[in-house]
């Protein structure tokens, strides 16, 4: 479940879009962070309360790319590239540069995730009455 829910963020979102109050101060006054506060009207002036919802999604090696890419050429900040290509996880795009310096494309493959297999998955050819001894 999310901390905070849909309408509680377009309560905020329309509260600083009608005037009359900051970022910070609204922000404050809620107890929450001034920086989530201005992602949140950043997404919601790019993709509407869609960007509100929780959003479930993979992202492969070259939507990884061409964001890096994009934020690169363009000089587009890491707030502004997450907010225009709608990535929830502000975390994301920092991780994947880091990722990319590191160790290149090769680093944005996605990985297996859990532990490796330590039985195999085929079983060994035991003679017939072998078999038979063991399904029973």
Known sequence: MAKY?????????NTYLRGGVGLPVLAARH?????????????????GSAAL????SRYD??????VLRHMSRDGVSLREVTALYD???????????RLYDEGGIDALMPRRRGRPQ???E???NLP????AAADT
């Open 5 to 13: 829910d849909k309408r509680f963020k377009l309560k905020l979102i």
């Open 31 to 47: 107890g929450i962070d001034y920086s989530m506060l201005r992602r949140w009207v950043d997404a919601y002036r790019l993709h």
């Open 53 to 56: 919802c929780r959003k479930h």
């Open 61 to 66: 090696v070259h939507f990884r790319l061409k």
């Open 87 to 97: 990535i929830r996880d502000p975390g994301k795009v920092s991780q994947w540069a």
């Open 118 to 120: 330590k039985m195999p």
């Open 122 to 124: 085929t079983r060994p």
């Open 128 to 131: 017939v009455e072998m078999k």
